[in-house]
Structures are given as structure tokens and as C-alpha cells.
């Protein structure tokens, strides 16, 4: 029986974690179709296990094509498929390749001048997706990396990668933000990426995550932004970009501003650049609108709504 890696965690409020995973079993036990959907993949998968493992590289490989036979092949085929729109990668998973809407490897080659040491360090990363940034986190050896991601496709899909990578020290919680301060004093490095534009409250968010961090520790921030060199942000009428859920879209400036006010110090900007339908595009892995169809066809310039197109900024700061 593995042991839960919350006894690791010794200032973590234990009880209210394990009474939300209570509710969170009964959900991904249901017979609910939007669970069931989603969960059936994950166990038509899950009594294989990669042999090869290759987390250095762009691309997060997990198991090589010749592992398999035709038939289980195209049963994993059939189980990635099934968690599609996939919008972080790429992948290769027993020689299928999935080519995500995000080329992600470019945010984290990004990241990578800053990247504190990971060796042995307890990390959070919050929004994470189907975990590719876990993945690429597992690279640098971490004790423990714990994903937050509250949608039920991408808990799932990570879990389906995870258990045919077999990473002991890789987990999900479904849980968001909003909940990670349960998770009190744990973190040594917390990256928070492609969120905070999405909150309602940017600063409590930012509060709640210094909640969930060892004094010391570091945040990497990474956000959607309008260009501009003023502490402003842009709160759009409805949607921005197309994206309904989208509150307060900062400048690099009001970002590092929100971080020093939510508590961080030595906060600073470490890179910035405008998005593109490079990074961002449709393929045959996310067949919906993307970048391209969010901006306004006669100005690239401008969102399809008017206003600056998106820049996405870096920063980072302490937690004293
Ligand atoms: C824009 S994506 C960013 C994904 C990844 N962190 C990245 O930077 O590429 C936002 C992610 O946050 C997840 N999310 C949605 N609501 C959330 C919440 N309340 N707390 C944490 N993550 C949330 C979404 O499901 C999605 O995976």
C-alpha cells in the first residue's frame, strides 16, 4: 500500500485535505456521464507501464512504440484521443504524438535561466493542466510535485500519462487555488501559470498561494498581459481574446505590483514577449478556434474585441 505523501507535509491541515478528497472520491467514482467519460480511458490504460522515459527533451516521452503490440497501441490511441481538446504539450506516448494547441515547451524554456533548484525541494504547480510542466518539473528531481487542477479532463489525463509513466513523486489534487492555502507552509517553489488573469481577485489568489509556501520559498508567476509600461490592467466588458472567464489582464508592471502587495519580495520581471498563432494554433489534437481566430482579422494588433492583443510576462518573487 503506497503511502499518502500528505505524511510528508507535516504543516499541511490534513483533515480538511482528506474530507475534500472524500468529496472528490465520490465524484470520480460516480456514474456521472461528464465522469465517466473520462474516467473509463484512464482504466482502459492503466495496467500498462512505460519501460522508457525520456523528460529531458521539448518533448515529454513517455514509453517507446515498440513496447506495444498493434491492439494495445491503439487502445492507448483511442484513450489519448478521448481527452481531447489537448492544450499542453507535446507528447509522445508509445510512439503516438500528440500535438498539443500550446507549444508549452517554449514557456518553459523560458522559465528554465530562473529555474531554482528543484533537487529534493517540494513543489506546486497550479492550473496544471494534464501535467505536461509536472513532467518537465520530474526532469530536475524533485522530492515531491503536486498539481492542482480542478476540471475533470485534465485530472484525468494526467493521471492516464502518470500511470503509464509510474512516477511515484508526481501527483494531482482536484482542487484549485482557491484551496491551496490548505496546503499551509509546504511549498519551496510554487509556479503559478496562466491563472491569475482568470481571477475574479488576483491579489487573495496571490495570498492564498504565499499561504501554501515555506518562508523562502519562491513563486514563478507567469500571465496573460496587455503591453504597456503603466502599474494598469485591462478588465474587459465581457470576454477578452474570446475567453469569457478573463478578469484583470495586467501589465508587467501592475503584476509585480499585485506580488509585492499580496506579501513577495524581491519580485521582479524576468521575461516578456508577445503571443502568437506560432505558440498558440490549432492541430489535429485541438481542432476549436485558437490564437489566429482571437484577434481581429484586419489589425493582429488588436483582440477580435478591440482591444491590445495579448503579451504573456514572467516574474518572479520570495516569500520572505
Ligand atoms: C490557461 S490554463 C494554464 C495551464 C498551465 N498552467 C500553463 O501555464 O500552460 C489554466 C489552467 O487552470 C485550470 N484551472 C481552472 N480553474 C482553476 C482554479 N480555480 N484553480 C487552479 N486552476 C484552475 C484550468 O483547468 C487550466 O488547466
Redesign the pocket.
Known amino acids: 500500500m503506497p503511502t499518502d505523501y500528505l505524511d510528508q507535509l507535516p504543516h499541511a491541515r490534513h483533515a480538511a485535505i482528506r474530507s475534500r478528497r472524500e468529496e472528490n472520491r465520490g465524484l470520480l467514482a460516480s456514474a456521472q456521464k461528464g465522469v465517466v467519460r473520462f474516467r473509463e480511458p484512464f482504466e482502459s490504460v492503466a495496467h500498462l507501464r512505460a519501460r522508457a522515459l525520456d523528460l529531458g527533451g521539448d518533448v515529454v516521452r513517455i514509453g517507446a512504440a515498440d513496447e506495444l503490440d498493434t491492439e494495445a497501441r491503439q487502445t492507448v490511441l483511442r484513450a489519448l484521443r478521448a481527452f481531447m481538446p489537448w492544450?499542453?504539450g507535446p507528447f509522445a506516448v508509445f510512439g503516438v504524438d500528440i500535438d498539443a494547441e500550446?507549444r508549452?515547451q517554449r514557456?518553459w524554456q523560458r522559465l528554465l535561466p530562473v529555474l531554482p533548484d528543484l533537487a529534493g525541494k517540494v513543489v506546486a504547480?497550479?492550473?496544471?493542466?494534464?501535467g505536461?510542466?509536472l513532467f518537465r518539473m520530474a526532469h530536475h528531481r524533485p522530492r515531491l510535485a503536486i498539481g492542482?487542477?480542478?476540471?475533470l479532463?485534465?485530472y484525468f489525463a494526467f493521471q492516464t500519462l502518470n500511470q503509464l509513466a509510474g512516477l511515484a513523486n508526481l501527483h494531482t489534487e482536484l482542487?484549485?487555488?482557491?484551496?491551496?492555502g490548505l496546503f499551509a507552509n509546504c511549498f519551496d517553489v510554487v509556479?503559478?501559470?496562466?491563472?491569475v488573469y482568470?481571477?475574479v481577485s488576483p491579489i487573495d489568489?496571490l495570498r492564498e498561494v504565499r499561504r501554501a509556501m515555506r518562508p523562502g520559498g519562491t513563486l514563478i508567476v507567469?500571465s496573460?498581459a496587455i503591453p504597456g509600461d503603466e502599474p494598469v490592467a485591462l478588465f474587459p466588458e465581457k470576454t477578452y481574446a474570446k475567453v469569457p472567464?478573463t478578469y484583470f489582464v495586467p501589465t508587467g508592471a501592475c503584476l509585480v505590483n499585485w506580488m509585492k502587495r499580496a506579501g513577495f519580495r524581491e519580485v521582479e520581471l524576468f521575461a516578456s514577449h508577445p503571443m502568437s498563432s506560432e505558440e498558440q494554433r490549432r492541430t489535429d489534437w485541438m481542432t476549436f478556434e485558437s490564437y489566429a481566430d482571437f484577434m481581429d482579422p484586419a489589425d493582429p494588433s488588436r483582440t477580435v474585441e478591440g482591444y491590445p492583443a495579448p503579451w504573456r510576462v514572467f516574474a518572479r518573487g520570495r516569500n520572505p
Request: proline share 3%; glycine share 12%; hydrophobic share 30%.
Open positions: 492544450r499542453k500550446w508549452s514557456k504547480d497550479i492550473g496544471s493542466n494534464n505536461y510542466y492542482f487542477e480542478p476540471y479532463q485534465h482542487m484549485g487555488v482557491e484551496e491551496v509556479f503559478l501559470m496562466g491563472i482568470h481571477r489568489s507567469e496573460q472567464g
